[in-house]
């Protein structure tokens, strides 16, 4: 079966899927996009995606691309057209078209992308083998909480974690703090047993998977701390885990080469993993959305 992307009003071969030369989001990176998982056959946190991606436009000021009830509807479709049970819709909408120039073009028209691509299903096994971690600096701009397509830091960053066979870097600021991954939110359960992930702030994107963690967490009655972590704190923590739409919730075994805890899947994050499957399933995704920022 040929897969089928919408782009800008119409279903097309994605093969044949395109924008414009002159796209701002081609030119600029002057766009935003969502990532949103599913799972048998659901979207999981649609509502938290839709709000995310309005604070985004909304920081931007790029229009939204149509309505927030038509855009559900071209998602449904892209999803049953290219029929994906188990992986994601990909949204990306640009401030559109326009002769090369910085500033904003006059009368925009947001161009809208929208793609579905098929992932085997959360397998609880290989998400508790656990993955190994590298820290390095977060030479990215300040505006974490708008999930721009302007994705160069986080792209070398990636490229520089995979030379060093990890799976992810994790992003240290001025203050010698992990913010988050290039791709993921960073989590750990300290030394003293506390889970803590930073605090929703311009510092970091804001994971529709960290909210559902939190809310997961809330309901078991397991306490955790919203706030920075240093990089020595995450070297002495017991347990460490990620979490991402694309990566779900996936244990941490290793810090820049160093065993985290006993070098295996900690007690606590093979329970979150389980909580969060088990809250996704129940709830859909996370209910409150809060802040961005
Ligand atoms: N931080 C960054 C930088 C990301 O790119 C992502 C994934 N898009 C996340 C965190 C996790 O967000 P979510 O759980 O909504 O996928």
């Known amino acids: 079966m040929s897969r089928i992307a919408y782009v800008n009003g119409q279903y097309v071969p994605h093969l044949e899927a395109a924008v414009h030369v002159e796209d701002r989001g081609y030119q600029f990176a002057d766009g935003v996009y969502e990532v949103i998982t599913l799972h048998g056959g659901r979207m999981v946190g649609e509502k938290g995606h839709m709000d995310r991606l309005d604070h985004s436009l909304g920081e931007l000021r790029i229009d939204w691309p149509m309505s927030r009830q038509a855009l559900s509807v071209v998602i449904g479709e892209v999803i049953r057209r290219n029929r994906v049970g188990d992986g994601f819709v990909y949204i990306q909408v640009t401030r559109g078209v326009a002769r090369r120039d ?29 993955v190994s971690v590298i820290t390095i600096p977060d030479i990215r701009w300040k505006r974490h909480d708008i999930k721009s397509v302007s994705l160069l830091p986080n792209v070398l960053g990636k490229q520089q974690a995979r030379e060093a066979g990890a799976y992810e870097a994790w992003l240290v600021d001025d203050d010698g703090n992990v913010t988050e991954g290039t791709s993921s939110n960073a989590w750990i359960v300290t030394k003293d ?27 078991a009655g397991i306490k955790f701390s919203e706030r920075p972590f240093s990089v020595d704190e995450a070297l002495e923590a017991k347990e460490a885990f990620i979490t991402s739409s694309t990566s779900h919730l996936k244990a941490v075994t290793r810090i820049d080469g160093q065993s985290v805890g006993n070098g295996h899947v900690g007690e606590l994050t093979g329970r979150m993993l389980d909580l969060y499957v088990d809250f996704i399933e129940n709830h859909g995704g996370p209910r409150h959305t809060g802040t961005w920022n």
């Open 102 to 130: 910085h500033p904003f073009p006059e009368n925009p028209e947001s161009s809208l992308v929208v793609t579905a691509r098929r992932m085997p299903p959360i397998d609880k096994e290989t998400l508790r083998q656990g």
């Open 193 to 219: 047993g506390e889970l803590v992930t930073h605090n929703a702030s311009y510092a970091i994107l804001n994971g529709i998977t960290r909210l559902s963690v939190l809310e997961a967490a809330d309901e």
